[in-house]
């Protein structure tokens, strides 16, 4: 593992280069290398390099270079916790970078921009996300990537409060990573978050000594590796645990380090951290110490916009508790008071209960016991109220996760749906008697000597078949790989099973970009094999025609059209017996109930119309039209 020393080394070998070098592009390269390893360490100079790398994109045009200075934007308004800006600069660069990178690079943008729906409890985005990535993973597996998607994973079940598969993921996490031959700075980061995220379990869950040991951890993962964008978080949390076991001592040495750590970002945590101070001092005796604090944090929680009402009124009372304990009645009542009044802004119901609880004491101390029973009251009447809020939040939010949680399973009962039709789509794929033709066909080549034609035709339909095989595999496929695969399979049935008695064309809309639209594998050629197999396979003269057409901006038109005998005529010829075999129209019927499984962008389904075509004047058969809608896919180059 690279220390922090080691890191500096070489970030200042990166910063002499820098100065050395005046070619814009390479001065690009060397800043991403910089911004890479300054990004979870030092904010303030990862922004300086962004801006300088943004003023060079005048002299350079490069959308690699360009997406890369997105994702680093978008990484660092995330390490501030500007998590719409991040969403923002991610959803940016989403376009680009599923044209631009490679799989595995897809794979870690899209866990990054799982951190910001995390991060803002967009939690069905997310799963979303996980899901498309996971798909990612198992064609293209990356043991780093799988170790920081079981993070991310992990994290959306601690959001949800299932509290036992957040920590079977964050584990299963752990382990990734540490069999990685090499941890990066951001495998690191990775690291912490999965003890930050276990201790946060442990907490919730009240094992206190978990929690503890696992703060440790990852302050000293942190203090090791130089990692400071959580630190003063990871600080507050230990002095909480040691706080929660009467250690004050130990809590209120972390509790410093929150405060003036290098951390120059996490204000809520610094702000947290003095007012804790302020209970350690006060809980030791020291009050004067204590107040000092109290007002350290008050100012840092009237800052935030809007201020934090909720805490200053922790720490108003924090005040009127010590005012009560030196004698100072008229300034333990002022500032009750003002706890009072902030608690209310805030409809705080379980801090206005304590609240009345601690002044029923004080007035009790006072033998002032009519006071005393009143706030009593109060408090009871409070405690019931936050009692019923508490009650009712859990209710909406036990509703939302049942809610959730059976989207997710319906959402995953239709992945696997689709799977298996898939699956059944490509045993139905291509009947046997295609099959057996064409080898017949290329065998009688080879006997009667014409080697370079079986030689020729056999390698086209071995093409065929791995084709058919590797999409079987693959969810979506680039519709340029579709008419590939479609021409290959016309081009076989023209000249070995019709002997160049088969005429047929395959059209683009101009206006779809063929390589970049994604669509479902193995949907058109079982419509166009049925074409074949039941409109022209009597004739003399047959052609199939496939356009695929732009519907709308989610959805694909593909238009099967043939010349041949129509469907009546068939359905007779293959009642009597004429085609010498019966050829049941399995593949269609799985197309069609895949293509009800899916989804546009704008949750529209595909589907399926069949157009008999006749002569207008005789009102003869003249064959058969298929519209098939498909919903647009992501496609991975």
């Not at 005048?58 to 916790?81: F, G, I, K, T």
């Not at 706890?339 to 209960?353: G, P, S, W």
């Not at 239709?414 to 017949?440: D, G, I, S, V, W």
């Not at 010349?563 to 010829?573: K, P, V």
Request: proline share 2%; charged share 25%; net charge negative.
């Amino acid at each position: 593992m690279q220390t922090y020393s080691e890191t500096t080394q070489y970030i200042e070998k990166l910063e002499t280069s820098l100065e050395t070098n005046l070619d814009p592009a390479e001065r690009i390269k060397l800043l991403s290398q910089l911004i890479n390893s300054c990004l979870y360490t030092e904010i303030v100079k990862t922004q300086y390099y962004l801006e300088e790398q943004k003023k060079l994109f005048v002299h350079v045009d490069n959308p690699v270079y360009y997406l890369q200075y997105l994702l680093h934007s978008a990484a660092l308004e995330n390490n501030l916790y500007n998590h719409n800006f991040a969403e923002a600069i991610y959803q940016r660069a989403l376009a680009l970078a599923e044209s631009q990178l490679e799989p595995v690079q897809i794979i870690e943008f899209y866990i990054d921009y799982i951190g910001t729906f995390l991060n803002q409890h967009n939690f069905a985005e997310a799963s979303s996300y996980i899901a498309k990535t996971r798909k990612l993973l198992e064609r293209y597996p990356s043991g780093r990537m799988e170790a920081h998607l079981l993070v991310r994973e992990g994290f959306l079940y601690l959001h949800r409060n299932n509290f036992a598969k957040a920590i079977e993921y964050l584990n299963r996490a752990e382990s990734e990573l540490l069999s990685l031959p090499k941890l990066t700075i951001k495998d690191k980061y990775f690291l912490s978050l999965v003890f930050s995220g276990l201790g946060t379990v442990y907490d919730k869950t009240s094992e206190n000594k978990k929690a503890t040991e696992v703060y440790g951890k990852v302050i000293a993962l942190c203090e090791e590796s130089g990692i400071t964008t959580r630190l003063a978080w990871h600080y507050l949390n230990l002095g909480n645990c040691y706080l929660n076991d009467t250690q004050i001592d130990k809590a209120a040495m972390y509790f410093r380090k929150a405060i003036t750590c290098k951390d120059d970002i996490s204000r809520q945590a610094r702000a947290a951290a003095s007012a804790n101070l302020g209970f350690c001092s006060s809980e030791l005796g020291r009050n004067e110490e204590a107040l000092s604090y109290f007002e350290k944090a008050e100012v840092l929680y009237s800052d935030f916009i809007p201020p934090d009402t909720g805490n200053i009124s922790v720490i108003m009372n924090g005040r009127a508790l010590i005012y009560a304990k030196l004698g100072d009645t008229h300034k333990a009542i002022a500032y009750f008071t003002q706890a009072t009044e902030y608690a209310k802004q805030d409809k705080n119901f379980k801090q206005l209960a304590q609240i009345c609880k601690d002044i029923s004491a004080f007035y009790k101390e006072q033998n002032d016991y009519k006071t005393a029973y009143e706030y009593l009251m109060l408090y009871d009447d409070f405690n019931k109220k936050a009692t019923e809020e508490l009650n009712s939040r859990l209710l909406i939010e036990n509703e939302v996760k049942y809610e959730a949680e059976k989207k997710e399973k319906e959402a995953e009962l239709l992945r696997l749906q689709a799977t298996e039709l898939q699956l059944k789509a490509l045993r139905a794929q291509m009947n046997p008697h295609f099959m057996y033709n064409a080898l017949n066909s290329i065998q009688h080549y080879i006997t009667s000597y014409e080697i370079s034609s079986a030689s020729t035709y056999l390698a086209k339909f071995a093409k065929l078949m791995r084709q058919s095989l590797d999409y079987s595999e693959m969810q979506v496929i680039s519709l340029e790989k579709e008419v590939e695969f479609l021409q290959d399979y016309l081009y076989i049935n023209k000249k070995l099973r019709f002997q160049d008695k088969l005429e047929y064309e395959i059209i683009v809309d101009a206006e779809i970009e063929d390589d970049m639209v994604g669509m479902p594998a193995m949907i058109v050629q079982p419509y166009v094999e049925n074409a074949i197999e039941h409109g022209l396979r009597l004739k003399n003269d047959g052609k199939v025609m496939v356009e695929f057409l732009q519907h709308d901006d989610d959805t694909i038109k593909c238009v099967i059209s043939d010349n041949g005998i129509g469907r009546r005529q068939a359905f007779e010829l293959r009642a009597k017996g004429a085609y010498g075999h019966k050829h049941k129209s399995r593949g269609t019927d799985i197309t069609e109930k895949r293509l009800s499984l899916l989804k546009s962008k704008d949750g529209a389904s595909g589907g399926v119309t069949i157009i008999d075509l006749h002569d207008p004047v005789t009102g003869e058969a003249v064959g058969t039209r298929v519209e098939i809608l498909i919903p647009i896919q992501d496609v991975m180059h």
